[in-house]
C-alpha cells in the first residue's frame, strides 16, 4: 500500500513538473492581466487604452487606443502621422519590459481609433526588422 501512495506521488510529481509556461503562455497572460487590470485606462495627454491582445498564431501584441480631444480628427492625425507612428516605435525601440519579447522576434501592431467615430486612424504593425 504505501509503495502505491508513493508511486502515485511520484507520478502526480512528474506529470506537474512536465508542464513549463512558454513565452507564448506569458505572452497572453500579460496581455490578459493588463486589461482586466488597467483597462479601459483613464483618458491621458487625449488617448485611453482599451485593451492590449496576444496572438499566438502571428506572435502579435496588440495595443488598441481611443482618441479623444484635439487627436479625435481624422486630418489632423493624417497630417502628422508619420509623426506619431515614429514616436511609437521609438518608445517601442526603448522599451525594456518587452526585451525577451523582442529577442524572440514577436510583432507590435498599435490600433487607434476615434472616440467618437470609432474610425481607425492609425493601424501600424511594428517587426523585428523595423524596432531592431
Same mark, same amino acid.
Given at each position: #500500500?504505501?509503495?502505491? *501512495?508513493?508511486?502515485?506521488?511520484?507520478?502526480? *510529481? @512528474?506529470?506537474?513538473?512536465?508542464? &513549463?509556461?512558454? @513565452? =507564448?503562455d *506569458?505572452?497572453? /497572460?500579460?496581455?490578459? +492581466?493588463?486589461?482586466? &487590470?488597467?483597462?479601459?485606462?483613464?483618458?491621458?495627454?487625449?488617448? &485611453?487604452? +482599451?485593451?492590449?491582445?496576444?496572438? &499566438? =498564431?502571428?506572435?502579435? !501584441?496588440?495595443?488598441?487606443? $481611443?482618441?479623444?480631444?484635439? @487627436? +479625435? +480628427?481624422?486630418?489632423?492625425?493624417?497630417?502628422? %502621422?508619420? =509623426?506619431?507612428?515614429?514616436?511609437?516605435?521609438?518608445? *517601442?525601440?526603448?522599451?525594456?519590459? #518587452?526585451?525577451?519579447? /523582442?529577442?524572440?522576434?514577436y510583432? !507590435?501592431?498599435?490600433? #487607434?481609433?476615434? $472616440?467618437?467615430?470609432?474610425?481607425?486612424?492609425?493601424?501600424?504593425?511594428?517587426? %523585428? %526588422?523595423?524596432?531592431?
Open positions: #500500500m504505501n509503495h502505491k *501512495l508513493l508511486f502515485l506521488a511520484f507520478v502526480a *510529481l @512528474l506529470f506537474s513538473g512536465c508542464h &513549463r509556461t512558454t @513565452l =507564448e *506569458l505572452a497572453a /497572460k500579460t496581455a490578459e +492581466d493588463y486589461t482586466e &487590470r488597467y483597462c479601459p485606462t483613464p483618458v491621458e495627454n487625449c488617448q &485611453r487604452t +482599451d485593451s492590449v491582445t496576444f496572438s &499566438r =498564431e502571428t506572435h502579435t !501584441f496588440g495595443y488598441y487606443y $481611443s482618441l479623444s480631444g484635439k @487627436l +479625435d +480628427d481624422s486630418a489632423i492625425i493624417e497630417i502628422h %502621422k508619420k =509623426e506619431i507612428v515614429s514616436t511609437i516605435l521609438g518608445s *517601442l525601440k526603448d522599451n525594456t519590459s #518587452m526585451k525577451e519579447y /523582442k529577442q524572440a522576434g510583432n !507590435f501592431r498599435y490600433v #487607434m481609433k476615434s $472616440s467618437t467615430t470609432g474610425e481607425v486612424l492609425i493601424d501600424k504593425t511594428f517587426t %523585428k %526588422k523595423e524596432y531592431n
